[in-house]
């Protein structure tokens, strides 16, 4: 069974600064994807990036990119330039590769940026 | 973007009845809708995967008399709280894969209240 383990309960940083979320996991696939998914106040899942595990290279979406390490089994996001809007809770979060997988989530990382 | 519509949003029902929640892929098929719960505070914990023409795969400790799931087509699933309990009392977001994505799109989430 896979599991996904965020050991950052809260975060505060602020406003335009950059902040690293940690995410670490553990799968005996050779296949998968990882992802991170911002929950705001409206509860509304919304994906902020997503990394396959065949790609060597870390994926990046304007402000957000991860640290991809495969051999560690970590996933850690960095948010650069933070804004006000980011704040929210953060999920990291596994597929098995191949199709529709379910989501492994982690526990969550409350992210606030202060003014 | 894939768009997946989940209704009602927020629902309150009495001890003992039933309540069905519906989630429907707006611009695309879904052949696997996946089942989420969420209490306060926690992450999302996969409750079933809704598989169109088949039965559910429930994960274990689920009761599926009791979280009953039906997806008769390809752009809709529903999940049945029966006979509803205050402890069934939680957020349920559903999610559903474009085929051949990996990507996972969720519904808004429904606010489930049992008194």
């Known amino acids: 069974a896979q599991t996904v383990t965020q050991s950052q309960p809260e975060m505060s940083v602020q406003e335009a600064e950059t902040v690293t979320l940690s995410c670490t996991y553990d799968?005996?696939?050779?296949?998968?994807?990882l992802f991170w998914y911002k929950q705001p106040p409206s509860r509304q899942m919304i994906l902020v990036i997503r990394?396959?595990?065949?790609?060597?290279q870390n994926a990046t979406e304007n402000r957000f990119s991860v640290n991809f390490q495969k051999a560690a089994k970590s996933f850690s996001l960095k948010i650069s330039d933070s804004q006000l809007g980011d704040t929210a809770m953060y999920f990291c979060a596994f597929s098995a590769g191949g199709g529709a997988q379910k989501l492994v989530f982690g526990q969550g990382t409350r992210l606030t940026i202060n003014p | 973007g894939a768009v997946v519509s989940q209704h009602p949003s927020r629902v309150i029902c009495k001890s003992g009845t039933s309540v069905k929640i519906e989630c429907r892929s707006l611009d695309f098929q879904a052949t696997t809708m996946f089942w989420y719960r969420q209490f306060p505070k926690q992450s999302l914990m996969l409750m079933a995967t809704?598989?169109?023409?088949?039965?559910?795969?429930?994960e274990q400790g689920v009761e599926k008399d009791k979280f009953l799931i039906n997806h008769a087509s390809l752009t809709l699933s529903t999940l049945t709280v029966t006979s509803a309990h205050p402890e069934d009392s939680s957020f349920y977001i559903c999610?559903?894969?474009?085929?051949?994505?990996?990507?996972?799109?969720f519904g808004q989430g429904t606010r489930l209240t049992v008194v």
């Open positions: 799968t005996s696939e050779s296949n998968y994807y």
């Open positions: 809704s598989n169109e023409g088949s039965k559910a795969t429930y």
């Open positions: 990394q396959e595990a065949y790609k060597q």
């Open positions: 999610s559903a894969n474009h085929r051949g994505l990996t990507e996972a799109f």
